[in-house]
């Protein structure tokens, strides 16, 4: 079983930067060589995708509505979502999950963290 613990969020204005952390423990073996992502969730919205890296040292892809301004980066056990240049539309509730390399569900997600930007 994975935990996941996402913290960073916060209240910010427009055009700052906030960096999400997610940290990861309950494993034997390190989430290194699982697949892990970030989503989000606005009041009245679906939970939507934000960025997934397949593995430690993989490319990462990102939401359109995100690119160029996020970055997803991993130490051990950590993953990390930088977020630059916010806009009031990236208020959320923000996820962390992690899934089995290859698997299509899931499997583990954190409590997320709220991110409020004002413009």
């Known amino acids: 079983q994975v935990q996941l613990v996402e913290s960073g969020g916060g209240l910010v204005q427009a055009g700052d930067s906030l960096t999400l952390s997610c940290s990861a423990s309950?494993?034997?073996?390190?989430?290194?060589?699982?697949?892990m992502g970030w989503f989000r969730e606005a009041p009245g919205k679906e939970r939507e995708f934000i960025a997934t890296?397949?593995?430690?040292?993989?490319s990462t892809d990102y939401a359109d509505s995100v690119k160029g301004r996020f970055t997803f980066s991993r130490d051990k056990d950590v993953v990390y979502l930088q977020m630059n240049r916010l806009k009031p539309e990236d208020t959320a509730v923000y996820y962390c999950?992690?899934?089995?390399?290859?698997?299509?569900?899931?499997?583990?997600w954190g409590q997320g963290t709220q991110v409020t930007v004002s413009s």
């Open positions: 309950g494993r034997a073996i390190s989430i290194s060589a699982m697949t």
């Open positions: 890296n397949a593995w430690s040292g993989s």
């Open positions: 999950a992690a899934r089995n390399l290859g698997a299509t569900i899931w499997k583990h």
